[in-house]
T-cell receptor, first 113, second 113 residues
């Protein structure tokens, strides 16, 4: 089992560019999440999904979009990158709605200049 | 009051020392509590859940005081490999059958030879 995988590991974007952060899990988890972690701050939930075709906003969804066409994949889209989106992005998945244990991917370090 | 508040650290302790971390949470309806560990530039990983009666896992002991909305983690006989940031995490109900994890900013521990 690879667990949760994310690509790319690092990316530098210019202001106004777009990109998609990829996330895949092979644990057959229905629940998936996207977080961002700014330096010295706690993780903040961007979007989450309770199953294929179902997504919902978290605490900080502005500037992002998601889709969930399969159980395995949960990509995060940045449409018009801004410096405020410089952060480390973590994708996670869990077996049940309670999210008692969330399994995290290794993260994507994004810098917007 | 912040949702989940932790001692900011850093805690620098010698090998073999006992160290305790504290955490307070603001939402009295919070249902479940966890400690996650995050190594430098890595993803968070579940260390242990925290139960009302208190629980122990080897050198690690977690305690919960619901009346005071307070969670603690005690590490005995610290090892160099315990050096990491420890995240206090609280789970609450966000409606429509889903839950949300709220993460503290973390407490950094450095165990010194």
């Amino acid at each position: 089992n690879a667990g949760v995988t994310q690509t790319p590991k690092f990316r530098i974007l210019k202001i106004g560019q777009s990109m998609t952060l990829q996330c895949t899990q092979d644990m057959n988890h229905n629940y998936m999440y996207w977080y961002r972690q700014d330096p010295g701050m706690g993780l903040k939930l961007i979007y989450y999904s309770v199953g294929a075709g179902i997504t919902d906003k978290g605490e900080v969804p502005n500037g992002y979009n998601v889709s969930r066409s399969t159980t395995e994949d949960f990509p995060l889209r940045l449409e018009l990158a801004a410096p405020s989106q410089t952060s480390v992005y973590f994708c996670a998945s869990s077996y049940d709605a309670a999210g008692n244990e969330q399994f995290f991917g290794p993260g994507t370090r994004l810098t917007v200049l | 009051r912040k949702e989940v508040e932790q001692d900011p650290g850093p805690f620098n302790v010698p090998e073999g020392a006992t160290v305790a971390f504290n955490c307070t949470y603001s939402n009295s309806a919070s249902q479940s509590f966890f400690w996650y560990r995050q190594d430098c530039r890595k993803e968070p990983k579940l260390l242990m859940s925290v139960y009302s009666s208190g629980n122990e896992d080897g050198r690690f002991t977690a305690q919960l005081n619901r009346a005071s909305q307070y969670i603690s983690l005690l590490i005995r006989d610290s090892k160099l490999s315990d050096s990491a940031t420890y995240l206090c995490v609280v789970r609450g109900f966000r409606g429509a059958g889903s839950y949300q994890l709220t993460f503290g900013k973390g407490t950094k521990l450095s165990v010194i030879p």
